[in-house]
């Protein structure tokens, strides 16, 4: 036994030395968000809520407004600084030519400064449809042209910056209907 050790020892001790277990190496480790929409048929969701990004108001009042691309306009001095706008953006699924009609329950909302009373108007409300429709309270129709039945929608308008007005980050929200005939 001890001949068959020295003649065939030192390869099976390299093997083993290889084969030894080693000291874990110090490993990062990261995470990421996953997300789904699921919408089913005759409903529809919310993807992105209406941002105007960030603005520096004037001394004077202004505005910004928001077409449903997402392409903004400024009066008043009042400028966007950051280019991160996005219109609201809504996803429904009904059936190849099904009428839908949407609608809002106002023509203009208060966004209210976190800890805060200041307030700014939205209003002139926007529908992204080639060309743009404003909505009114009244529903706007329309008729779902992919063959699938998915469709999407955004939402934009105009926000009245007064002069001076206080920094901070200004919410509210608006009501959308959807009624699928």
Do not use: H
Not at 122 to 148: C, E, K, V, W
């Amino acid at each position: 036994m001890l001949s068959i050790f020295r003649k065939f020892g030192l390869p099976y001790a390299a093997i083993g030395y290889f084969c030894a277990p080693v000291a874990a190496l110090a490993q990062d480790a990261d995470s990421a968000d996953a997300q789904a929409f699921l919408v089913t048929p005759l409903s529809f969701v919310k993807q992105t809520d209406l941002d105007f990004g960030q603005i520096i108001p004037a001394n004077t009042n202004g505005t910004v407004t928001m077409d449903s691309t997402g392409a903004v306009t400024t009066t008043g001095g009042v400028v966007q600084v950051d280019g991160t706008q996005i219109p609201a953006r809504f996803w429904g699924y009904g059936t190849f030519n099904q009428t839908v009609l949407i609608n809002i329950d106002a023509n203009t909302y208060l966004l209210t400064r976190e800890g805060g009373t200041q307030t700014m108007l939205l209003d002139r409300m926007t529908i992204g449809s080639a060309p743009p429709i404003r909505i009114r309270t009244s529903p706007r129709r329309f008729r779902i042209a992919n063959p699938d039945g998915y469709f999407s929608f955004t939402i934009a308008g105009r926000l009245q910056v007064g002069a001076n007005q206080a920094p901070g980050v200004y919410k509210g929200e608006f009501a959308v209907t959807l009624e699928y005939e």
